[in-house]
């Protein structure tokens, strides 16, 4: 359980203002310290070519005190963006910023980009044969550019282990998240997600635009979700969840994945994991009894999941993220 350093790579040139939301997502979630939910929070660096510069947009005025050697000396580099004459070949990225960036992922940092940041990785080679995504508009020029990296346009992020990537603007803080959950467990994560008013966990293989949001309630289908979150420990099915909606099972279907982005059944197993993680963080519970409160069944149906989604055990996933304070709370099994 640990948050580390992270390096945040400011590009010495002038962004947009659009690019500013996420430098912003990347800044808001390491660099304000939250020590409330985990102490030490994440140490944030912002990095630049030449250690002292600034990139600047209209109003602002970015001030890099770093230089690129700090990105071998981190845990985790971000490339949040890069200026548009980059990403469409009208200029090339500077040279020393990409040898820096080579040196960082042979180093061990884990590397991280929003947005178009994903072409700064790509140019330095560390997306080769490696699935990676980006805003839905830059995908094609991604993979025109870079055909080596398997380009996958429809998901918010992808977690490649020590790579991960991700679409724009609320992907970018969908995949920040996704990061402090890996570092600081699922809690940490959720409350986090809480004070920025903000979803606390939409999974990386969701599309990247929905119709609606979930919070449309004049359709039936987020009273049903709601419902079905408050009973995850009951053997629901696609059937209970559209009769509960009076609807037909397909447009059900239809309906949750407009809303949503995903299937009823992947909706299901992502909210079942995400309670198994809560109640491994935050109670002594037996594996079994977890498993069944978060409506996985068995104990072997738990870790085969935990296994296959998250790379980890129940047991090692607690032994992970120990419950802060006086201990985990004592809870007791279901009659």
Known sequence: MSAGSVALVVIDDAISMWDMYELGIATAVFGVPHS???????????VGLRPGTSSSVPGFTLNAPYGPDELEKVDTVIVP??????????????????????RAGAAGARMVSLCNGV?????????????????WEHTRELAERYPQVKVDESVLYVDDGDVLTSAGLSGGLDLCLHIVRRDLGARVANQLARRLVVPAHRPGGQAQYVERAVAV????????LHWALEHLDRPLTVDDLA???????????????????????KWLLHQRLARAQDLLETTDLPIDHISERSGLGTANNLRHHFALHLGTTPTEYRRAFPASGSGAIKTAPHP
């Open 119 to 135: 072409f700064a990785l790509a140019a330095a080679g560390l997306l080769n044969g490696r699935p990676a995504t980006a805003h």
């Open 243 to 265: 009769a509960r909606a009076g609807m037909s099972v397909r447009s059900f279907h239809r309906n949750l994945r407009a809303a949503t982005g995903t299937s009823p059944m």
């Open 81 to 102: 963006v890069v200026p548009e004459s980059y990403m469409y070949g009208d200029r090339e990225l500077p040279e020393e910023l990409l040898t820096a960036l080579r």
């Open 217 to 224: 309630t004049d359709d039936g289908i987020a009273p049903v």
């Open 36 to 46: 409330d939910l985990a102490d030490p929070w994440y140490d944030l660096r912002l």
